[in-house]
């Protein structure tokens, strides 16, 4: 079914309208964990001090808060650094070239872990007595494969069957993660985990490049992606969000995989996206909309952060009512980049922003 909005002055309705006079397939506010007008970040934080960060997140996201990654700290606080501590007898280690599989466990993955397991009792501190949602972020399957080196050299990604060996070592570490932050956190409602894949969309067009460099990796097909992905988007008890910060994001296929929510730069959006947004929309699929920039720039106003996200809504058919339950505000990528006063800065605007879809969507 195409979702193309008809043609203005022909007569026509809006098929997702039409749907809504019918009393069809919209989702309501309690399919979703987090309450309407609410904002969030992607992940990754400037500076070292982890207690700061954390303390930023629920002070200025009190609706749907996150643990915040800061990757300045250096080895073992990257993404892949952080998404290999979290396998399960697959230690690694650092090479000149990046991450690599190795015998044992050594510093590196100490160091990883050591990150780790620091940042997990900051949470526990600073979280005593929240009660509500929590957001978490791991590197998906794929990503990772795309980056960790085999022992002699080759990426992951080349084989098969490392790519399954990942996967199910990742899912088992990752679900002891989820119990750990359970324990330490009680007051958790949901835990919102969100699935890192930035490199997917290179791995379905087939444009990963070799150790070497040299070469490209051969293309994945579309149902092989989502059967690996699906282990870890099906993880019980957690409602699987799936971040992508690249052009071309496979939204049909992250929907067939089990995603129950997308994240996503919103100014990557292009007209060629609207069907299949638009079918995840109805599907009842939740969206993390990326709305300000990662690193420092000038900040506009709530209303004009907020205008982008409800001209989509509107361009896809879908009413303003529905707006502000099932999508969520964020900066556009990590924080990483940026200073600690934008990052704070960053945050209270997409949370001031998400207002703004609630109170006034500028459905006309």
Same mark, same amino acid.
């Given at each position: 079914?195409?979702?193309?909005?008809?043609?203005?002055?022909?007569?026509?309705?809006?098929?997702?309208?039409?749907?809504?006079?019918?009393?069809? =397939?919209?989702?309501?506010?309690?399919?979703?964990?987090?309450?309407?007008?609410?904002?969030?970040?992607?992940?990754?934080?400037?500076?070292?001090?982890?207690?700061?960060?954390?303390?930023?997140?629920?002070?200025?996201?009190?609706?749907?808060?996150?643990?915040?990654?800061?990757?300045?700290?250096?080895?073992?606080?990257?993404?892949?650094?952080?998404?290999?501590?979290?396998?399960?007898?697959?230690?690694? #280690?650092?090479?000149?070239?990046?991450? @690599?599989?190795?015998?044992?466990?050594?510093?590196?993955?100490?160091?990883?872990?050591?990150?780790?397991? @620091?940042?997990?009792?900051?949470?526990?501190?600073?979280?005593?007595?929240?009660? =509500?949602?929590?957001?978490?972020?791991?590197?998906?399957?794929?990503?990772?494969?795309?980056?960790?080196?085999?022992?002699? +050299?080759?990426?992951?990604?080349?084989?098969?069957?490392?790519?399954?060996?990942?996967?199910?070592?990742?899912?088992?570490?990752?679900?002891?993660?989820?119990?750990?932050?359970?324990?330490?956190?009680?007051?958790?409602?949901?835990?919102?985990?969100?699935?890192? #894949?930035?490199?997917?969309?290179?791995?379905?067009? +087939?444009?990963?490049?070799?150790?070497?460099?040299?070469?490209?990796?051969?293309?994945?097909?579309?149902?092989?992606?989502?059967?690996?992905?699906?282990?870890?988007?099906?993880?019980?008890?957690?409602?699987?969000?799936?971040?992508?910060?690249?052009? @071309?994001?496979?939204?049909?296929?992250?929907?067939?995989?089990?995603?129950?929510?997308?994240?996503?730069?919103?100014?990557?959006?292009?007209?060629?996206?609207?069907?299949?947004?638009?079918?995840?929309?109805?599907?009842?699929?939740?969206?993390?909309?990326?709305?300000?920039?990662?690193?420092?720039?000038?900040?506009?106003?709530? +209303?004009?952060?907020?205008?982008?996200?409800?001209?989509?809504? @509107?361009?896809?058919?879908?009413?303003?009512?529905?707006?502000?339950?099932?999508?969520?505000?964020?900066?556009?990528?990590?924080?990483? +980049?940026?200073?600690?006063?934008?990052?704070?800065?960053?945050?209270?605007?997409?949370?001031?922003?998400?207002?703004?879809?609630?109170?006034?969507?500028?459905?006309?």
């Amino acid at each position: 079914m195409s979702f193309i909005r008809p043609s203005v002055g022909r007569g026509l309705e809006n098929p997702r309208r039409r749907r809504l006079r019918e009393g069809l =397939g919209f989702p309501d506010v309690s399919d979703f964990p987090w309450g309407e007008a609410s904002a969030t970040g992607v992940g990754s934080h400037p500076g070292e001090n982890q207690v700061e960060a954390v303390k930023t997140v629920f002070g200025e996201l009190p609706a749907l808060p996150y643990l915040p990654e800061l990757p300045g700290r250096g080895v073992g606080a990257d993404m892949i650094g952080r998404g290999a501590s979290f396998l399960v007898e697959l230690p690694v #280690e650092v090479w000149p070239s990046g991450w @690599r599989f190795a015998d044992r466990p050594g510093r590196d993955l100490r160091r990883a872990r050591e990150h780790l397991t @620091r940042d997990l009792d900051t949470l526990e501190e600073v979280a005593q007595g929240y009660e =509500g949602p929590l957001k978490v972020q791991v590197c998906g399957p794929w990503t990772l494969a795309g980056a960790v080196e085999m022992r002699h +050299g080759d990426k992951a990604l080349s084989d098969p069957g490392a790519v399954r060996d990942i996967t199910a070592s990742l899912i088992e570490g990752v679900a002891a993660h989820v119990a750990r932050i359970r324990r330490s956190v009680p007051g958790v409602t949901t835990i919102v985990l969100q699935v890192d #894949e930035p490199g997917l969309p290179g791995v379905l067009a +087939g444009t990963v490049p070799t150790a070497s460099g040299f070469g490209r990796l051969p293309a994945v097909e579309g149902p092989v992606a989502a059967e690996v992905l699906g282990g870890l988007l099906g993880l019980p008890g957690v409602f699987p969000v799936v971040h992508c910060c690249a052009p @071309r994001v496979p939204v049909r296929l992250l929907r067939t995989a089990g995603a129950r929510g997308l994240s996503l730069d919103l100014k990557l959006i292009t007209g060629r996206d609207d069907d299949p947004i638009g079918e995840a929309v109805e599907a009842g699929l939740g969206f993390m909309f990326g709305v300000v920039p990662g690193v420092d720039s000038p900040l506009p106003d709530v +209303g004009v952060v907020a205008r982008p996200v409800a001209e989509l809504w @509107r361009r896809l058919g879908f009413p303003a009512a529905t707006l502000a339950g099932q999508v969520v505000l964020t900066p556009s990528c990590g924080l990483a +980049g940026a200073s600690p006063a934008y990052a704070k800065a960053a945050l209270a605007k997409c949370r001031e922003s998400a207002r703004v879809l609630r109170e006034d969507p500028g459905e006309e």
